[in-house]
Each structure stands twice: as C-alpha cells, then as structure tokens.
C-alpha cells in the first residue's frame, strides 16, 4: 500500500489543522501553484485519507462492508425432506445478506460500520434501511434500484438444523454500477477495513481488489457462494484477507484439495492471508508465519443460517483491535458457535461482553 510523499503529508497536515482553507490558500501558505494542491489532494483522496469535497478527514477505526442486503426467510423441516412432494415446516422472516449481516454482527459489537449496497424502490428495502440505521449504522452510501426488488434469500434447513436447500434471488446486485462504486471510493478507501462480498458484479470486485492495491486499508472478500466465487480474478493480489469455505476455494482452484494446501494455493494466486472455514470444524487460517487451524467450541446447533457471517465478523472485530488473525479467527469461531447455538441469524443480544464470555475456541498449530 503506498505511503504519503513529504509533500502529500505536508498538505494533509495543512487540510487537517483547517479544512475550510481553499486551495488557493493551501498553494499560497506553500508557496506552490494551486493546480500542484489540487494534485496532492486528488491523491490523497485516492489513497483514503480524504473524503473528497470539503476535505473531511475519514474517522478512525471505521469498518465498511460492501455487498449484498436481503431478506432472509428459514424453514425447518419437520421430518425428513421429501422431493417432488409438500413438506410440513416451520418458517421465520429476518433480515440477511452476507455483508448486510457482517455489518450488524459489527454494529452490536461497537464497531462503527458502514454499508454500500443497493436496495428495491420497496417496504422490504425501507424496513432493511430503517433497521440498519437504528443499530447505528451509516446508511448513507446505499443506492435504491426501480428495476428489481430487494433481494430475498430462502433457506430450508433439515430435521438436523442443516441446510439443505439455499435459493436467491439477488438480480438487484446486477444493477450496482461502477459510478455507485465511483461515489463509495474515498469512503472505502479512508475506512480501516472494507469487506466484500461475491454478490457484487465482477468487474465492481475485480476495481476494489486492484484499487485496494494503492490504498491504506485492510480488504476483506467472502467467495460467498461456489458459483459467485467465479466473479473473483484469478490475481488475488491487493486481497489482504481472504474468507472462503472448502467446496468455494475446490471450486476456485478447480480440484479438490486438503484444507490446508487449498489455502496455500489460495495464497499463491495473490491473497495475502486465508480464512478457509470448514463449519462444525472451524476454520483453517493460513499467512506467511504458517497454518493454524481453530477448533470450535462444543456446542449443540439449531440453525445454522449466518455462521459463516458471524466468523467474518468477529474475526474483523478483533483485527480491527490489532489481533494477528489467527487469535481473531479463534474470535470469529466463537461467534460462529453462538449463532449456531440460536435460531437467529444474527444474535439480537450480541455485544461485546456476551462474545467475551462466549465458551472459547480451541487452537491446533500445524
């Protein structure tokens, strides 16, 4: 990631002991031209430590999330699944989306979020909107489409509380254009973390990987789903953090594979760091100082619906307080087994002293 040159540094010292000088009396307090100003801030700007009009400086300690919002709907099963035929269940309607969710996981444990995604011109989009702002949460990137509605995911879970059939609709996330990602940038980039998801189009992810490579903050991408793990570019490279599951990094990599080489396959195409998740047996972390693989605590699982959402954000939760990420991911794992433990998909008395006494994960070094 780049640093600043002494002269980019000398303007933002300038711009933040007083960012309602104009450039004019920037270049003039320097001795310079303006349009030398206008360059230093327009790389500044890049590089995340302005936002842009105004001269805000961005706030510290920001995680931003960027990806899909939905409505989440969950059947349980009451007997084992028939095909072709009715099946008694029992349902529930929650909110979801993969970033949606990391973001209130983050949101209830302090953290001051941000989300960009985008949202249908409908009540279920308002009653997601009206959510998220009530936990607090900065909103005010999340474009509304008159094309498509909300998206909606269906998850029916078996007898065992396992997931077996998943379907989405998310054709709404076609519609998230490069000028929306245009207009996020600076915020993206002056944020201490972003997090994608593989909802986003490919070329949206393929610009936030290659602009991540010039920029200050820390990227987080989920694969999400096999099939949507296909949006990412085979260079990995500007991923600082790379969360998938082991039929996603098979699927990427085309073959299958033990964990632990999948992960260091993964690192070889670019990404710095991997968090391969492997559900009821945690998670294999693997980053230039070796393999770690977390064991999850023992727990009874009644739904397993926004696990893998939970991992991503405790583990960015604890990153975020400067943890290495094998000690975060043990974090994430905990969170993980919480959520399992209750039928939320996100849990609803979450915070941070209920995470710190959660039953703890266990650690096994390869």
């Known amino acids: 990631m ?41 790389a500044l700007v890049r590089k995340g430590h302005l936002l842009g009009r105004g001269y805000m400086l961005p706030v510290a300690q920001r995680i931003v999330a960027l990806g899909a919002a939905a409505v989440d709907r969950k059947y349980h099963a009451a007997a084992a699944l028939v095909a072709g035929t009715s099946n008694p269940a029992r349902g529930s309607r929650s909110f979801g989306g ?7 996981n983050l949101a209830r444990l302090g953290v001051a979020t941000s989300l960009v995604t985008i949202i249908g011109d409908d009540e279920a989009g308002r009653e997601i909107l009206r959510q998220l702002r009530d936990l607090g949460v900065d909103t ?30 998310m054709g709404v996330f ?29 070329e949206i992810l393929a610009a936030l990987i290659t602009r991540a490579r010039s920029a200050n903050c820390t990227v987080a991408v989920d694969t999400t789903s ?3 793990s296909a949006r990412l570019p085979h260079d990995l490279t500007g991923v600082d953090i790379l969360f998938t599951n082991r039929d996603e990094a098979e ?25 391969l998740t492997l559900g009821r047996a945690g998670c294999v972390v693997a980053e230039a100082s070796g393999i770690t693989r ?14 893998g959402d939970a991992l991503i954000a405790g583990t960015l939760y604890r990153l975020l307080a400067g943890e290495k990420l094998a000690i975060a991911a043990r974090i994430g794992v905990r969170l993980a087994a919480l959520t399992v433990a209750s039928e939320a998909t996100v849990l609803p008395t ?17």
């Open 140 to 169: 005010g990137l999340i474009a509304t489409s008159a094309a498509d509605p909300t998206a909606e995911y269906v998850a029916v879970l078996d007898p065992n509380n396992d997931l077996a059939l998943g379907i989405a609709n």
């Open 98 to 104: 993969v970033a949606r969710n990391v973001i209130e």
């Open 294 to 307: 977390v064991l999850p605590p023992r727990i009874v699982a009644r739904d397993v619906t926004g696990a």
């Open 226 to 228: 096999t099939p949507k």
């Open 174 to 202: 076609d519609q998230f254009s490069m000028a929306q990602f245009e207009r996020a940038w600076p915020h993206l980039a002056s944020a201490a973390i972003v997090f994608a998801d593989c909802n986003l189009p490919a």
């Open 350 to 366: 979450l915070s941070a002293d209920l995470l710190d006494r959660a039953p703890r994960a266990r650690k096994e070094t390869q």
């Open 251 to 275: 699927g990427m990599l085309g073959c299958p594979m033990d964990p632990e080489a999948a992960a260091l396959a993964l690192r070889e195409r670019g990404a710095a760091k991997i968090v």
């Open 2 to 42: 780049d640093e600043l040159s002494p002269q980019e540094r000398t303007v933002y010292n300038l711009v933040a002991a007083n960012p309602f000088a104009s450039q004019a009396e920037l270049a003039a307090s320097l001795g310079v031209a303006r349009p030398t100003i206008a360059a230093h801030i327009m």
